[in-house]
């Protein structure tokens, strides 16, 4: 197992002539998608506040880090390099979730987005970050007569960015959408407050499994099967703690996260918790993401403005940071180690983590050696 530390951690503030005042977001901080540039010099992240999405450029070179009280990282602070509106279709409503989808066609992504409502909007976007066709498509909810604004959630399909999933919180409904034709509706029990398509189960079946949560259960759901509404699988956790997190590694494990600030570790081929890390944050879960250099490591977001990364096996913190106020949004990207978070103080946190250098040495020089023997011989 590799062992990773953080190269960088920045810290911009969002122009005032931008956003004066954020609007405030639901506890699940899903109103942040970032993009790190071919070059790795910088990231594009793309920050929703009302009806509206913004853009900034933020540098990612290797920086010395410093630590505070308890190790945690001390930010350096910079500025934003380049920040401006994305000019597309706004919102009517106040926008909850927004994701980027990496495509195998380099020059472009794809940038989702939904708010209070359920309505959807997605755009392809160049590699400036210009909407090429304007907007791709929209989608209006299947319930729009129905209910309130409340929290809605977006995730798309890692292997078909076509196919996304919508929940919507009030009205404990997942939609399910290929480009602008609705598939099909999945009713939860409970208020669904964060979904994610499981990556692979090994058979080839990774775009048609969605995980949920909703109250202080994890459903499973088989876009393909027709008993039980779909419902694969209940997992229960403790009667009254609420989930609000959930994500998938590359090997199918499942995390899931919320009030009783345990992450809890699922195998999809037994159903079956591989490992507890309790009481590893402060205060309620509300984001998790599994690192993308090795899934033993995953990324932690709390109520309480702690950001950090940890090994779950061995129950064990590697790094942290904190923000400065409520956090608005929490993402990672979704091919490299790189997260950001924005709060309501309009601060952006953006960390870059990667394997340790004194491991990435050893190896080249066991490499070298390796090289030497095979010549000598």
């Known amino acids: 197992m590799v062992e990773l530390e953080a190269k960088s951690l920045r810290k911009a503030v969002v122009p005032s002539t931008l956003i004066e005042n954020p609007s405030p977001g639901n506890i699940q901080s899903t109103r942040l998608a970032l993009h790190v540039n071919q070059d790795g010099s910088s990231c594009w992240v793309y920050i929703a506040s009302g009806c509206n999405i913004y853009k900034l450029q933020i540098p990612l070179e290797v920086s010395l880090l410093s630590k505070g009280k308890e190790g945690l990282l001390i930010p350096e602070q910079i500025e934003v390099l380049d920040s401006f509106l994305v000019n597309r279709c706004p919102h009517r409503s106040e926008i909850q979730s927004i994701v980027l989808a990496e495509t195998e066609n380099t020059s472009y992504s794809v940038l989702g987005?939904?708010?209070?409502?359920?309505?959807?909007?997605?755009?392809?976007?160049d590699a400036a970050g210009k909407d090429v066709d304007r907007i791709t498509y929209s989608v209006l909810p299947q319930d729009i007569d129905i209910g309130e604004?409340?929290?809605?959630?977006?995730?798309?399909?890692?292997?078909?960015?076509?196919?996304?999933?919508?929940?919507?919180?009030?009205?404990?409904?997942?939609?399910v959408y290929d480009q602008d034709i609705h598939l099909r509706t999945l009713r939860?029990?409970?208020?669904?407050?964060?979904?994610?398509?499981i990556q692979t189960l090994?058979?080839?079946?990774?775009?048609?499994i969605l995980a949920v949560t909703e109250g202080c259960q994890l459903t499973i759901w088989d876009l393909r099967m027709k008993e039980n509404g779909g419902c694969l699988q209940r997992i229960c956790g403790s009667v009254g703690d609420i989930l609000y997190a959930v994500c998938s590694s590359s090997t199918g494990s499942i995390a899931v996260g919320g009030t009783d600030r345990t992450v809890t570790i699922y195998d999809p081929r037994r159903w079956a918790a591989l490992s507890r890390w309790v009481h590893c944050s402060k205060y309620e879960i509300t984001g998790l993401a599994f690192s993308s250099i090795d899934s033993n490591y995953i990324?932690?977001?709390g109520v309480d403005f702690e950001v950090f990364c940890g090994q779950w096996r061995e129950s064990d913190k590697?790094?942290?940071?904190?923000?400065?106020s409520n956090w608005l949004g929490f993402s990672k990207c979704s091919s490299r180690d790189v997260l950001g978070g924005w709060c309501d103080s309009r601060s952006i946190f953006v960390v870059d983590a990667a394997t340790k250098m004194s491991e990435v040495n050893a190896l080249e020089d066991l490499g070298n050696g390796s090289s030497l023997e095979t010549v000598q011989h």
């Open 149 to 175: 604004g409340s929290w809605a959630g977006l995730c798309f399909s890692p292997s078909q960015w076509s196919m996304a999933a919508v929940a919507h919180s009030f009205c404990k409904t997942v939609d």
């Open 113 to 125: 987005s939904v708010d209070s409502y359920g309505h959807l909007i997605v755009s392809k976007l």
């Open 202 to 208: 090994g058979n080839g079946n990774e775009s048609s």
């Open 188 to 197: 939860t029990l409970w208020y669904p407050t964060s979904l994610n398509f």
């Open 318 to 324: 590697v790094f942290s940071f904190r923000g400065d």
């Open 299 to 301: 990324y932690v977001q």
